[in-house]
T-cell receptor
Framework: QKEVEQNSGPLSVPEGAIASLNCTYS??????FFWYRQYSGKSPELIMS????GDKEDGRFTAQLNKASQYVSLLIRDSQPSDSATYLC??????????FGAGTRLFVKA | SQTIHQWPATLVQPVGSPLSLECTVE??????LYWYRQAAGRGLQLLFY??????ISSEVPQNLSASRPQDRQFILSSKKLLLSDSGFYLC????????????FGSGTQLSVL
């Protein structure tokens, strides 16, 4: 069964620190990878997408992809209390089905 | 810009009652539409997706059904709800050209009692 695995956390970091979120996926055919942020009681919001090995930066967010290791990560620099949320990792093999991980809860302490 | 509307926001229904959740998308044509369910502490589970009017693909066999009567309207239904149907239901859309980036509605928290 195709899976996306994440540490459920919670991951707690002080304000201003770097938060590092990780995920692994089982389907080597996965081509596209995504990070969604989900505040409690709200719907997921797409924050990053990555398709090639290496790093992709967008503001305070950096997504990293290593297809050989089947590993995706998200770094959040200068973490803010407003970054406190659950972060969902997702993988798509090119079809209509995107597989989501269960999410990592992040707490940023002021 | 594109927007997606989903209602109701919360719903409490007795076991055995029917269900109808509706979702509409504005600002785009021929979107791919999806229904996901999120159980507490779990990842999102794809229930149905649709690439066009009347075209529905089911991912998980269950007592739910979906319909797409119009290009930008997607409906999730059940004739008789089960306790296990409780969860957070999310409608989403993606551009037809790229199936990948999903944009979610605000969700419906369904409690079956």
């Amino acid at each position: 069964q195709k899976e996306v695995e994440q540490n459920s956390g919670p991951l707690s970091v002080p304000e201003g620190a770097i938060a590092s979120l990780n995920c692994t996926y089982s389907d080597r055919g996965s081509q596209s990878f995504f990070w969604y942020r989900q505040y409690s009681g709200k719907s997921p919001e797409l924050i990053m997408s990555i398709y090639s090995n290496g790093d992709k930066e967008d503001g305070r967010f950096t997504a990293q992809l290593n297809k050989a290791s089947q590993y995706v990560s998200l770094l959040i620099r200068d973490s803010q209390p407003s970054d406190s949320a659950t972060y969902l990792c997702a993988a798509n093999t090119g079809g209509f089905k995107t597989i989501f991980g269960a999410g990592t809860r992040l707490f940023v302490k002021a | 810009s594109q927007t997606i509307h989903q209602w109701p926001a919360t719903l409490v229904q007795p076991v055995g009652s029917p269900l109808s959740l509706e979702c509409t998308v504005e600002g785009t044509s021929n979107p791919n539409l999806y229904w996901y369910r999120q159980a507490a502490g779990r990842g999102l589970q794809l229930l149905f997706y649709s690439v066009g009017i009347g075209q529905i693909s089911s991912e998980v066999p269950q007592n739910l059904s979906a319909s797409r009567p119009q290009d930008r309207q997607f409906i999730l239904s059940s004739k008789k709800l089960l306790l296990s149907d409780s969860g957070f239901y999310l409608c989403a859309w993606s551009m037809a050209a790229t199936n990948e980036k999903l944009f979610f509605g605000s969700g419906t928290q369904l409690s079956v009692l």
